[in-house]
Structure formats: structure tokens, C-alpha cells
């Protein structure tokens, strides 16, 4: 799992840790790991060439008069020395072990000769020190030729390990010096690579700071990578947001100023003139009780856009029964229906859109009561709601259309453009009712109209329309 970002952490530094730390430890193991193969290499390399000085000393070995005889001029050592840091080192023993030519300082060789996979039979390669210097030293048993088998000569074949110390040294620093160039070189192409690719992100950064601070519009920086269009394609969803509850915010408190400071106003007045006696109480309380009652409704409905708002921001959505909550609704409101004597009808399906049940009866509550309020007493209103047919539908998702009516008069073709707006009519039309519809309908991703009922050619009465599509299970 991976570990999350500390709160000062750098992106940057973040990058050039993972990238060059790891290479930095790959070459470092790596150097030693290949001067570990060099060394293996120079060993096996010098060991061969003690192989042959031995075998060059037993091609010269020869009996003369039944005793062994050896000729050894000193270009048959020297063809085979480095240069002259090194020091080759040799020593004879005859058939019976004694002493024949050579350095007899040269530690005499008794262990046991044992086959070696890089070097031919009979040859040992062994360490050892000569005047306490380390060596490297290669034996040979050489078998001599005679009327006498009493076995062969021991010949032995010594090297300094300077010069092999040396040459492996003056690799690994080479090595060495050429790793550290690459990973210079590395962290280099990283450190520009890497500032190059954060530069969108500085951008950006440079963008938003210099904004001023009401400025809430969708970022757009000249130059952005693939990987940073998701991050900004959110960013401007997120300024979107912002700016809604912003402008809602603004609209809220300039509505709520201008709105209830008029009802608080006139009662106010009523209050005076009841003080001064203008007029009898009763008449005064009934005036005052009807200012309460509208300036209690406009809070109310300055509340429940808030609300939408708030609902609307939080973007949860479950499945609603639009039939149920139109019952509910029309229960709810079934007082203000007796109270006008209306003929009320309710012809709705089992039906399921996506929404938040408190928006949705909200909804069908605000279109219900625009309804009573504009319907003539003893007339006529109903909510029906239905599917699509199923062919209509086919090729598309189901769309669900609400439909509240109501026999009041209908409105002009002047009045229709601007009655979603808050407050854009006079006091009848409900002040903020069908702007809560349309946020709420907006929400749903619904459309909503209003359009005059026409029956027999005449304005019958109005009707609130609103098309969403069906969620499953309707």
C-alpha cells in the first residue's frame, strides 16, 4: 500500500528520490559487483599464463646420462610477465623431491594436486608467501620420460599479486568515474525532465494566484499534459459549484432584504395605526395577522430554496415514488381543496425517478398550491403522472411526464418568459414557488413549462408540466 504524501512533502523531491535513488544504489552495486568479475577476470587471465610458464619449464625437463637436466634461459619466464612490476618466481624439485634449479626460498609445494576445471590436469593453483610477500603460485607434476618409473618432476611457478592488485584497482576507479559521470548525467536529464513536467502545475498555481479573489471562472492554462485534464476538468466542476452557491448566497440575501423588509414594514404601520387608534382593533389584528401570514410564507420559501440549494450541492440521489408522494402531497394540502370546494383528481402510476424525496414533494407541493391558489371555487384541478409508451421509448431511456393543472385563467404570452424568476410577477403568482421548481427541476436534470390548457379553442386553465426520465423499477 502506498504511503501518502506528508503535508510538506514535494512532489518534486518526491519524483528525484524514487527516480535517481534507485539507480544510484543499481550502479553502486553494480560497480562492485563488476570489479568483483574483473578480479575474477585478472586471476584467471594471470593464472593461465602461470599454467603456461610451468608447462613451458617441464617442455625444457630432459635425462642426460639417467640424471633429469633443465636448461632454463630467462626469456622463457620474461614472454611472460605483465610488465615489470611483477616478478615471476620458479622452482624445480627433481624425480626423488631434492632440489634441482630455481629460488629455494620459494616455499617447496606438498599438498595434493587435484583437477581444476579452468586448468589442465595435474596443475594447482595455490596461494603463498614468498620473503612475506603474498604470492600466486601454479604446480605441475611434469612426467619425465625414462628407463626409470620413479614418477615425474615438481615444477612451481610463482607471481606477485601486486601487479594483478594494481590492474584490478585501475579498473574499478574507471569503472568508478564512469558510473558517477552517468549518474551526473542522469540526475541531470531528471532534474530538467522533471522541472519541465511540473511546469503546467506552476502554471496553473501562478494562474490561481493571480486571480482576483470573486473570480470563480473555468481555468484554462495555454499548455496542460493529459494527465493534468482530469485535475483541471474537476477543478472547474468545482468552481462551478462554488459559483452556483455563490450566486444563490447573493440572490438569497438580496432577496431576503428586499422581500421581508416590506411585510415587516407594513406591520409595522398596522402596528402604529393601531396604537393611534385609526382603526378598531379587530380590523388592525386582521390586517396585522395577514402581513404575518405572508412574510411567515416568504421565509418559508426563502427556507426551502435555501434548502434546495444545500440538497442540490450535496449531489445525493435515491429513488423516489412519484405516486406516493403526490398522495402525500395532496393529503397535505387536501385543507386548502375543501376550503375552495374543488374537484380534485389524482391519476398516477407506480412510477420511480432519481432524485431526493423532500426536492420531489417540494416540487409537486409548489405546483399543487400555485394550482389551488389560481383555481376559481367549485372548479376543477388533478396531478396525473405516466410513463412514455413502450415504442416511443424504445431506442431511448423511458421519460416520465408530471403534469399538474388546474381551470384557473391561464396566463399571457408575456407573463410565460418570466415566471420562473424570483419575484418577476405580482404577489398572486407566489413569489419564490416557481423558482424552487425550476431548481429543483434543474437538479433532476428535468425540463419544466407552463403552458394555457385549450379546450375548444379557449384558455381552460394552466398547466405545470414537468419531463424527467424514469429510473428502474418504473
Known amino acids: 500500500m502506498m504511503r501518502p504524501f506528508s503535508r510538506r512533502r514535494s512532489v518534486r523531491s518526491y519524483l528525484l528520490a524514487w527516480i535517481i535513488l534507485p539507480i544510484a544504489l543499481f550502479i553502486v552495486i553494480d560497480s562492485f559487483s563488476l570489479y568483483r568479475n574483473t578480479l575474477e577476470s585478472v586471476n584467471t587471465a594471470y593464472d593461465r599464463m602461470l599454467i603456461a610458464s610451468v608447462h613451458s619449464i617441464g617442455d625444457l625437463l630432459r635425462i642426460e646420462n639417467g640424471e633429469l637436466k633443465v636448461s632454463l634461459p630467462y626469456a622463457a619466464l620474461e614472454i611472460y610477465e605483465a610488465d615489470y612490476s611483477s616478478q615471476m618466481i620458479y622452482r624445480i624439485n627433481g624425480l626423488n623431491g631434492e632440489f634441482l634449479a630455481g629460488d629455494r626460498d620459494l616455499p617447496k609445494f606438498t599438498g595434493k594436486l587435484s583437477k581444476h576445471k579452468a586448468y589442465p590436469a595435474l596443475a594447482h593453483i595455490y596461494e603463498d608467501t614468498y620473503n612475506g610477500v603474498p604470492v600466486r603460485v601454479a604446480a605441475l607434476l611434469q612426467p619425465v620420460v625414462s628407463n626409470d618409473p620413479r614418477g615425474g618432476a615438481l615444477i612451481q611457478v610463482a607471481e606477485t ?53 470573486d473570480d470563480l471562472s473555468p481555468v484554462s492554462p495555454p499548455f496542460s499534459p493529459r494527465e493534468l485534464q482530469p485535475f483541471i476538468k474537476a477543478l472547474n466542476q468545482l468552481m462551478e459549484r462554488l459559483q452556483r452557491l455563490l450566486d444563490h448566497q447573493q440572490r438569497f440575501v438580496a432577496n431576503a ?4 423588509r416590506t411585510p415587516l414594514a407594513v406591520l409595522k404601520t398596522q402596528l402604529q395605526s393601531g396604537l393611534r387608534g385609526d382603526a378598531p382593533a379587530p380590523v388592525i389584528l386582521a390586517e396585522m395577522a395577514g402581513t404575518v401570514d405572508r412574510a411567515t410564507n416568504l421565509a418559508n420559501q426563502l427556507l426551502s430554496l435555501a434548502k434546495v440549494e444545500q440538497l442540490r450541492g450535496s449531489g445525493v440521489q435515491s429513488l423516489c415514488d412519484l405516486s406516493m408522494l403526490a398522495r402525500e402531497t395532496a393529503v397535505d394540502l387536501s385543507p386548502l381543496i375543501a376550503e375552495k370546494n374543488l374537484d380534485f383528481e389524482l391519476d398516477v402510476q407506480k412510477i420511480y425517478v432519481l432524485g431526493h424525496p423532500w426536492m420531489v414533494g417540494e416540487l409537486i407541493s409548489n405546483l399543487l398550491h400555485n394550482a389551488i391558489r389560481h383555481t376559481p371555487y367549485g372548479s376543477r384541478l388533478g396531478i396525473y403522472a405516466r410513463t412514455e409508451d413502450a415504442g416511443e421509448a424504445a431506442q431511448n431511456q423511458a421519460k416520465v411526464t408530471l403534469c399538474v393543472w388546474d381551470s384557473g385563467p391561464g396566463i399571457s404570452e408575456d407573463m410565460a418568459g418570466h415566471l420562473f424568476r424570483a419575484f418577476s410577477s405580482n404577489e398572486s403568482s ?10 429543483i427541476a434543474d437538479s433532476m436534470q428535468a425540463e419544466i413549462n407552463l403552458d394555457n390548457r385549450i379546450v375548444d379553442g379557449k384558455i381552460a386553465g394552466l398547466q405545470a408540466t414537468v419531463v424527467c426520465a424514469a429510473a428502474a423499477g418504473s
Not at 430 to 439: A, K
Open 161 to 213: 599479486l601486486e601487479n594483478r592488485s594494481d590492474l584490478a584497482r585501475k579498473i574499478f576507479w574507471e569503472t568508478l568515474i564512469r558510473q558517477a559521470a552517468l549518474l551526473v548525467v542522469i540526475t541531470s536529464v531528471t532534474l530538467y525532465v522533471v522541472s519541465r513536467a511540473l511546469q503546467p502545475i506552476d502554471a496553473l498555481r501562478r494562474q490561481l494566484d493571480e486571480r482576483p479573489a
Open 257 to 260: 432584504s428586499h422581500q421581508l
Open 430 to 439: 407566489g413569489g419564490l414557488g416557481l423558482t424552487i421548481c425550476r431548481e
